[in-house]
C-alpha cells in the first residue's frame, strides 16, 4: 500500500488547448492506439466519468498483483472480501457477508450470497480459497501469510474457515482481507508458478464489480475505460446504489492531460494530482474539494525528514531532537502549502489513527519548534559552534549536511529550502543537494544521503503499517538496500520486537494493543529516528459540471474520493456510486 503520490505543477490561469486535443484525440483510441473521427460519439460526455492523477507512464496491464495496473482494475472490477473506511475507522462487510476472528487460530469468512462473476458464473467459498492458495507462490504478497496456514482450507458451502499452524499475523491477516482482489478462477487458473503469478495479465479480465474493461477504449500510452455492467450484485441487494457513470476513463498522467487545465476546461471531473494554489478555486467555487475551508484534503500519509541515523552527527538522538525542534514546520504548511496540509502530530500517526495516540507520551516526548531551545540543547551536549558561529561535531570537524528531495517536487523543495534556512537560525548548517528522482532513490535506498524528506507509509486500518515502516530489521546494506522499509536505518531490535508482537497480538486484547503503541510512540519521539513534519492530502479536485454529489465533510457523502490505487476499497468506489448527473 505504500506508494508515492506523484506531484504536478502547474499555473492557475492557464487553461490549455492542447490538453482537450490530446484528450480528444486519446478518446476514440482503441486496443490497439489508432484515431478516431468522432471520439465524443463513442464516450458521450454527459455519460463518462473522466479522472486522473494515478498513473504514471505506461499502463502495466490487468495484473493486480504488480504495480502500475490499470487505475481502476481493484475496485471497480476485482473486488475484496472487506473494504475498510478510513475517515468512520471501521470494516465494511462486501463479498464476505462476514470475516472476522473466530478462534485464536482460525478465522472464518462467510461468503455474501447471490454474488455473480462477470461470466455469470457464482462467486463461492471456493473461489475464496483458491485465491488465498495463490499465495503458495513466492512473489505473492502475502506468501508469508499463507505459509502459516494449515491445508486444505476448509470450505462447506459458504463458509471458509482458515486455520494457522502457529499463532496468526493478526493485523497482517485483517490488512490481507480489503487488500487481496478476488480473481476468477477461470481466468487464474493459468497461474501456476511464481513466475506466471507476476506475468499474468488477462485480456478482459472477469471481476464481481460494477465496470468491466472496455477493450476498444483501451490503451496503454494514454487511458483505460471502464463500462458500467448491465448488473452488480451490490445495487441489486440495496447494499450500495447502481453507479450513475456508464463510462470511467482513467486518463494517464501527461504534461497536458493531467494538468488544472484539464480541471477547469471540463475535460476532467476528478483530479488526484497535488495541484499548488487550488484552495483559490475553491473560494471562487470553480472546484470543490473535501473540506470547504483549510486543510481542503483528507489526510494520506506523513511527511518527515528522514536523517541517515548512521551518518554523524545524526546518529546521536540529541542532535536529531535538536534538528527536530528547529523546523518550522507551520511555516512549510502557510507558506508552501498555503494549509492545504496539517502539521503532523509528533508522532507521526495519521488521524485516522487518532484513538491509538497516547497524549499523555506525546506531551512527555513530543517536541515544537524552538531554534533557541535547540541551541541550548545542543550546547548542553557538547557541541560547540565554529567562528561563523554554526555548530561543529565534538570532534571538532565542520557540519555540513545534505538535503535533497526529488528534482522537480517544487512543494518539497521549497519545504527543503525553509527547512535549510530555519535549521540555520539554530545554528545548524544543511546544504541542499539536488537529484533527480532515481538518483534521490537509489541514494536513499543505499545510505548515501544524509536527509531526506519522504513519506512511505500510506493509510491503512491500523498503524501496525507505520510502525513497520519505521522499525523493520534487518537493514540491508548490500546490493540495492533498503527498497520498502525504514531508510533512515535505524537499528533498535526492542522496538522491531514490538512490531512484531503487535501484529500478533490478538485484536481483542485492546489493552496490550495500546500498551504496546504506547511504548513504540515514546521510542519513536526519545529517539526521532524520524523527524514528522505535516500530513500530505489525498489530493482531490473535484468539479461538478457533468457530476455532482461529491463526497463532502458534514454530509452524508463522507468518503474517500480518490482513484489511487488501494483506495478505492477504502470507499472511493462509494465516491463513484454515490454521483448523479448534473443535468
Not at 221 to 250: C, E, F, N
Not at 252 to 257: D, F, I, L
Request: proline share 7%.
Amino acid at each position: 500500500m505504500a506508494r508515492r503520490r506523484r506531484r504536478l505543477i502547474v499555473c492557475l490561469g492557464l487553461v490549455s488547448a492542447l490538453a482537450t486535443t490530446a484528450f480528444l484525440t486519446a478518446a476514440g483510441a482503441g486496443a490497439r492506439p489508432q484515431r478516431a473521427a468522432s471520439p465524443l460519439a463513442a464516450y458521450p460526455r454527459s455519460q463518462t466519468l473522466i479522472t486522473s492523477g494515478t498513473q504514471w507512464g505506461n499502463i502495466a496491464g490487468m495484473n493486480p498483483y504488480v504495480g502500475n495496473y490499470a487505475a481502476g482494475m481493484v475496485g471497480l472490477v476485482n473486488e475484496t472480501l472487506l473494504r475498510f473506511d478510513p475517515i468512520k475507522n471501521r470494516y465494511i462487510a462486501w463479498l464476505a457477508k462476514s470475516a472476522s476472528w473466530t478462534g485464536p487460530r482460525q478465522y472464518t469468512v462467510v461468503v455474501r450470497s447471490g454474488v455473480k462473476w462477470a461470466d455469470g458464473k457464482p462467486f463461492t467459498g471456493r473461489d475464496v480459497a483458491f485465491n488465498v492458495n495463490l499465495g503458495r507462490f513466492n512473489t505473492a504478497f502475502w506468501n508469508n501469510l499463507w505459509a502459516n496456514l494449515k491445508q486444505p482450507i476448509s470450505v462447506k458451502g459458504d463458509t471458509v474457515v482458515f486455520t494457522f499452524k502457529t499463532t496468526p499475523n493478526y493485523v497482517q491477516w485483517q490488512n490481507l482481507m480489503w487488500n487481496l482482489p478476488m480473481i476468477s478462477p477461470a481466468q487464474g487458473k493459468a497461474i501456476t508458478s511464481a513466475a506466471k503469478l507476476t506475468t499474468y495479465s488477462p485480456r478482459n479480465p472477469i471481476g464481481t464489480g460494477p465496470y468491466q474493461l472496455d477493450p476498444k477504449g483501451y490503451d496503454p500510452t494514454t487511458r483505460v475505460v471502464w463500462v458500467k455492467k448491465a448488473h452488480w450484485w451490490a445495487a441489486d441487494q440495496g447494499l450500495s446504489p447502481s453507479p450513475a457513470p456508464k463510462y470511467i476513463i482513467d486518463l494517464v498522467n501527461t504534461s497536458n492531460t493531467n494538468a488544472l487545465s484539464g480541471v477547469l476546461s471540463g475535460i476532467e471531473d476528478l483530479n488526484n494530482n497535488y495541484l499548488p494554489g487550488v484552495e483559490q478555486l475553491v473560494d471562487q467555487g470553480k472546484v470543490h474539494t473535501y473540506y470547504s475551508k483549510a486543510p481542503y484534503m483528507l489526510s494520506a500519509n506523513t511527511a518527515w525528514l528522514e536523517p541517515n541515523t548512521t551518518h554523524k552527527p545524526l546518529n546521536d538522538p540529541v542532535f536529531r531532537r535538536a534538528l527536530a525542534m528547529a523546523i518550522n514546520v507551520n511555516q512549510i504548511v502557510k507558506e508552501d502549502y498555503h494549509n492545504l496540509v496539517l502539521p503532523a502530530n509528533p508522532s507521526g500517526l495519521l488521524p485516522t489513527w487518532s484513538n491509538d495516540i497516547d497524549k499523555k507520551v506525546v506531551a512527555a516526548n513530543g517536541f515544537r519548534y524552538n531554534p533557541a531551545g535547540a541551541e541550548a540543547l545542543l550546547t548542553k551536549a557538547g557541541y560547540k559552534k565554529d567562528g561563523s558561529g554554526m555548530f561543529e561535531n565534538k570532534d571538532g570537524s565542520r557540519i555540513d549536511l545534505e538535503i535533497s528531495v526529488p528534482q522537480g517536487w517544487s512543494d518539497w523543495e521549497a519545504a527543503r529550502d525553509m527547512i535549510v534556512a530555519s535549521a540555520k537560525q539554530a545554528g545548524i548548517r544543511i546544504t541542499a543537494k539536488v537529484k533527480d528522482f532515481n538518483t534521490w532513490q537509489s541514494d536513499r535506498n543505499t545510505g548515501n544521503f544524509d536527509l531526506v524528506i519522504d513519506n512511505n507509509y500510506q493509510l491503512s486500518d491500523n498503524p501496525w503499517t507505520y510502525w513497520n515502516g519505521i522499525f523493520h530489521l534487518p537493514i540491508i546494506t548490500s546490493g540495492t538496500g533498503q527498497t520498502f522499509a525504514n531508510f533512515e536505518r535505524y537499528s533498535n531490535p526492542e522496538a522491531w520486537a514490538l512490531v512484531q508482537k503487535l501484529d500478533k497480538t490478538p485484536p481483542t486484547n485492546k489493552a496490550a494493543i495500546r500498551e504496546i503503541n504506547s511504548k513504540l510512540q515514546t521510542t519513536l519521539m526519545k529517539d526521532l529516528p524520524l523527524i514528522p513534519l505535516w500530513y500530505n492530502g489525498v489530493w482531490a479536485q473535484m468539479t461538478t459540471k457533468y457530476w455532482k454529489g461529491w463526497p463532502a465533510a458534514g454530509t452524508s457523502r463522507q468518503y474517500v474520493p480518490a482513484m489511487w490505487r488501494g483506495y478505492l476499497q477504502m470507499t472511493g468506489v462509494d465516491a463513484i456510486t454515490h454521483l448523479v448527473k448534473s443535468r
